[in-house]
Each structure stands twice: as C-alpha cells, then as structure tokens.
C-alpha cells in the first residue's frame, strides 16, 4: 500500500529515532560500571539544558537550585558547572534554553511519576541524561522527517519522480553527517536550531503555493534566533526574501516576530537586567579575533572540523552555492536557496573569526550543525545531473561519511579536541581503543 506523504514522514522520523538510540543502552551500561558521566553527556555545552526541565517540573523555576547545581558539578566533575552563570546568588544557565525548554513534554511523566525522586544517586543523575539523550534523538530525528518533506517539494517543482536515491541520501543526511554525531547526542542549541531552521525552509518553500503561510515565518524566525543566536544572519537574509517576494504579508511576518521577541527581552530583562543583554555578552564570550584567513582555512580544509574530510559529500555545496549564485534565470527554489546559501557563507565567514572558530570539542563542523539542512539540499540538486560515474563516486564518499559518523558516535564520545584541529586522530578508527 502507498504511504500518504505524512505517514513516511512519521516512518522516516521513527526509523531515524531508533537509529539515534541504537547505543543507548551501550553508553547507560557503560556509565553505570565505570562511574563516569561523559559517555551520556557529550559536552559540558548541554548541562544546564538537560537539567533545565528537571527544574522547571520538579520546582517550577528557570534558574537552578544549590540542590540541582550540585548534582550537574558531580556530572561534569567540577567546582562550577560549565554552562552556569551566577547572576545575583542564582545560578541561570550560560546558553540560550530553547532547547531545555522543548524537552520538557518528554522529562514530564517520569517526573510526575517520580521516577527520579532525587539527584542524589548516580542512577538518578544518569536516568537525566538519559531522558536528554531521547528528547534531543527524537527532535532530531523529526528533522530528519522534514527533510524528506523538503525534497519531495524540491522534486515536485522539477519534476523529478522520487527514486531509491531519494531514500539512500536521507539516510546519509541523518546518519552520516554532523546531524547523527552532534545533534542527535544531546540537548545542544544545534538540536532545537535544526528541527526550527528545517521546518522554515520546507513552509518558504510551500509559500510558494500557499503565500498565507509566511505570516506564521517571523514567529519561527523568532524561535530560530531564540534558539541560536548565530542564526541572525539566516533570518536577516529569509526576511529580505519575504520582502521581496510577499510585500502583502511582511506585517503579520513582523507581527508573529515580534511575539518571540517580546519573550526574549522579557526572559533577558528578567535574567540580566537589560532586555538586550544576552547569554554571550553577559558571560563575556564575544571576542571574534581569529584572523579571518585562519579560522576559513580551518572551516574549509581542518583535517577534523571541515565539510572535506569529515562529510566529503557536503563539500559539493561550496560549488553548488557559486553555481547558483552566477545562475541568471533562477526559479522560485533556486532564487530561495541563493538567498539562503549567502546566509550560510556569510556566517561561516563571521564565525571563522571566533576566537573559537573550531567549536571547543564538538566533533567535526559542529559549528555548522544546523546548516546541513542548506547544504544537504543544494548537494541533492547537484545530484539530479550526475552521470552514473559521479554517482557512484558520489556513493563511496557517503559510506566514508557514514564511517566518520560511526566512529564519532560509538568510540569518540562525538568529541574532537582542539589539539587535534589539523591532525587525522579525530578520524582516526577508534574501535581498538
């Protein structure tokens, strides 16, 4: 029987998800006979969000009580947690909470239930992170799902009939890009970015078709910027596009942005003090004074940061974006994907002057996690014309991929540390350590 399009999104979505948990057990079971926390939090990036609706179910607060702050140093094993801030004797967390907040819908019955009564025991403390690794798979692999809704759309305005290609590039998306190393592992900002930059550019796309859709657009811009910070760039460029393609709806777009970003200034104002003081300024993390050539050259060609060597196929997308870029009759989609792809540069170009251009220790590109999606559609195009040869190339570069991902997942923790930003080690099989 033929699936509807939303039944393959939920069977896509769910296959994704099990693939996501498929070492689950592997890691909990590994934690509880070595004592250690790290194989079930990948960074110390994601404390706060993964204790974040612990706190919010269990004592209705969106700051962190002494209780729960020394429960996350026992986790990372230190005086003061990583992602905290200490703003006038509480402690707040250090990154944006988007995605704190979007894993409370799963956090909550086994905490109604009170199946984590204290974070007084390791069980505990790992049955947390545990409860983050399956909201952060899950929104994840709904990404994924969204995906595929984006290529069916890419397919209907050219015309193309899906094909078993069509379903081996999504698994490659999922499983051997960035998405399954970093995304898929914990409550990063990557993981609610990903899912919110996702749907964007499957509803830009079906605006096409249905324009009342865009006013709904500046609500998830909002979300986007709330999330990520560093998607400024992204919405700058979706709503000059909408106000050149949809002049009649640019209000309501502005209307339904200005409802996130009322909640934004009121959570900084409430947090800070100044509703446009943020998580990086107030922790003094804004210095960008990396030569600009040295952060590109890392981004473009690092032996463990770069698109090259960690997911070679994605690296087709720097030539897929010059060749929309020159293109002069451009369709709806292509003209889209121009304006998106200039955001993508753009920010490679301003993070590349980071002082932490290469993303501390996430493994590979994880900067970028959340541009795959852009990248990941541009390479599909290209892939429309290859000739059975490129093809086939085109096949051995995604089971590399998939390798790298693998690895990065099962033996690497999805951690990449910076000495190694211009050595193969990060890629190095791991298995055999």
């Known amino acids: 029987m033929k699936l509807k399009k939303y039944q393959r999104f939920i069977l896509i979505s769910f296959i994704a998800f099990l693939f996501y948990i498929s070492n689950l057990y592997f890691d909990y079971d590994n934690s509880?006979?070595?004592g250690t926390y790290r194989r079930m939090l990948t960074s110390y990036d994601v404390t706060s969000n993964t204790f974040l609706p612990y706190e919010i179910i269990t004592k209705g607060k969106i700051y962190f009580s002494d209780s729960t702050v020394k429960a996350m140093r026992r986790v990372e094993g230190n005086n003061k947690p990583h992602s905290l801030i200490k703003?006038?004797?509480?402690?707040?967390?250090?990154?944006?909470?988007?995605s704190g907040l979007m894993a409370v819908p799963l956090y909550y019955l086994p905490l109604v239930m009170n199946k984590i009564p204290t974070l007084l025991y390791q069980e505990n403390l790992l049955n947390i992170l545990l409860l983050g690794r399956l909201s952060a798979s899950l929104y994840t692999?709904?990404?994924?799902?969204?995906?595929y809704?984006?290529?069916d759309q890419i397919n209907k305005h050219r015309d193309v009939k899906e094909s078993k290609f069509t379903y081996l590039y999504l698994l490659f998306y999922a499983l051997g890009t960035n998405i399954y190393s970093i995304s898929s592992r914990s409550l990063w900002q990557h993981t609610s970015s990903l899912l919110i930059n996702s749907l964007l550019?499957?509803?830009?796309?079906?605006?096409?078709?249905?324009?009342?859709?865009?006013k709904w657009l500046g609500l998830l811009c909002g979300l986007s910027f709330i999330s990520r910070p560093t998607n400024i760039l992204f919405i700058l460029v979706i709503t000059t596009f909408i106000f050149i393609k949809y002049k009649r709806e640019v209000l309501l777009y502005f209307?339904?942005?200005?409802i996130s970003v009322l909640c934004l200034a009121l959570y900084y104002y409430f947090v800070y003090g100044s509703p446009i003081t943020n998580e990086y300024i107030a922790r003094g993390d804004t210095d960008f004074n990396t030569p600009l050539w040295d952060g590109l050259l890392g981004n473009m060609f690092s032996p463990s940061r770069s698109f090259l060597f960690i997911t070679p196929p994605l690296a087709l997308s720097f030539y897929?974006?010059?060749?929309l870029l020159i293109q002069k009759n451009k369709n709806y989609t292509d003209l889209l994907l121009s304006f998106l792809s200039i955001s993508f540069i753009g920010t490679m170009l301003w993070l590349s002057t980071w002082w932490c251009w290469y993303g501390a220790d996430r493994f590979g590109y994880g900067l970028y996690t959340e541009w795959i999606p852009i990248a990941g559609l541009i390479v599909y195009i290209m892939n429309l014309d290859f000739k059975k040869y490129q093809r086939i190339i085109f096949i051995i570069l995604m089971i590399y991929s998939f390798y790298t991902q693998f690895?990065?997942?099962w033996f690497m923790k999805s951690r990449c540390s910076k000495e190694h930003n211009w050595t193969f080690e990060c890629i190095k099989p791991a298995w055999n350590k």
């Open 87 to 98: 703003i006038d004797d509480r402690y707040y967390s250090s990154y944006p909470i988007l």
């Open 407 to 409: 690895n990065a997942v």
């Open 320 to 323: 897929g974006i010059y060749r």
């Open 255 to 258: 209307l339904t942005a200005g």
């Open 32 to 34: 509880v006979k070595t």
């Open 149 to 151: 809704l984006i290529i």
């Open 201 to 214: 550019i499957l509803l830009l796309i079906k605006a096409k078709d249905n324009p009342k859709i865009v």
């Open 141 to 147: 692999a709904l990404s994924v799902g969204l995906f």
